[in-house]
């Protein structure tokens, strides 16, 4: 079974930085495009990055472009996601998502076969 852990969440100023993280167990990781997004209370789960299972091809939403960097480490297992110059729009929960069958980065949560739990990032003004 394939299990997707976040670590890293907290609460920053604006202007701050965080890295999330995301343990892959259960299969190997480059068998999946991974991707983070997102869910702000009372709004839709967004796409927020996504990674090709080589790692060679990577995609932000317009919003987090140019400051936030996804990356992944395959021989680890895990997926990072790198957030600068963070503003309190990017309050929300961040989720570590899997997808298994696409062979590109999907931005549909529907695409998606397995997430993590959630990790609260918190940016005050």
């Known amino acids: 079974q394939v299990q997707l852990v976040e670590s890293g969440g907290g609460l920053v100023q604006a202007g701050g930085s965080l890295r999330l993280s995301c343990a892959v167990s259960?299969?190997?990781?480059?068998?999946?495009?991974m991707s983070w997004f997102r869910q702000a209370p009372g709004k839709e789960r967004e796409f927020v990055a996504g990674?090709?299972?080589?790692?060679?091809?990577?995609y932000s939403a317009d919003s987090v472009k140019g400051r936030f960097t996804i990356s992944r480490d395959n021989a680890k297992n895990t997926v990072t996601l790198q957030m600068n110059s963070l503003i309190p729009e990017d309050t929300a929960v961040y989720y570590c998502?899997?997808?298994?069958?696409?062979?590109?980065?999907?931005?549909?949560?529907?695409?998606?076969?397995?997430w993590g739990q959630g990790t609260q990032v918190t940016v005050s003004s």
């Open positions: 998502a899997a997808d298994l069958n696409s062979n590109y980065v999907s931005r549909r949560v529907l695409d998606y076969d397995y």
């Open positions: 259960g299969r190997t990781l480059s068998s999946y495009a």
């Open positions: 990674i090709s299972r080589s790692g060679r091809i990577t």
